[in-house]
């Protein structure tokens, strides 16, 4: 079982910036790929940003492609979530997913919700105009 608590969440100005991070438990933390997708109310949940293990490749939904950047520091069993000049539309609540053994090759895999076998609670993100 792997456990995931997203923090780093709150309001911020549009153009502003956040971290968000995810701790995991488990000993195997560096065989998971980890996602990060986000919900905004009345919307579907949708991929945000990814990284597999090993290599470490990093995939981007293209709305914040350019601002947002996902890291891994295996030694913390932590992923990073930075988003610079952060947009009203970036309002949701942004939650953290593992996927054990994830290697994915291209955005369309790596935005599967399907893949992902654990979840966070979620944390919000508010961005004011």
């Known amino acids: 079982q792997v456990q995931l608590v997203e923090s780093g969440g709150g309001l911020v100005q549009a153009g502003g910036s956040l971290r968000l991070s995810c701790a995991a438990s488990g000993r195997t933390f560096s065989r998971y790929a980890m996602g990060w997708f986000r919900q905004a109310p009345g919307k579907e949940r949708e991929f945000v940003a990814a990284i597999t293990w090993g290599a470490g490749r990093t995939y981007y939904a293209d709305s914040v492609k350019g601002r947002f950047t996902i890291s891994r520091d295996n030694a913390k069993n932590t992923v990073y979530l930075q988003m610079n000049t952060l947009k009203p539309e970036d309002t949701a609540v942004y939650y953290c997913?593992?996927?054990?053994?994830?290697?994915?090759?291209?955005?369309?895999?790596?935005?599967?919700?399907?893949?992902?076998?654990?979840w966070g609670q979620g944390t919000q993100v508010t961005v004011s105009s």
């Open positions: 997913a593992a996927d054990a053994l994830g290697n994915y090759y291209s955005t369309y895999d790596a935005a599967q919700p399907r893949k992902y076998n654990y």
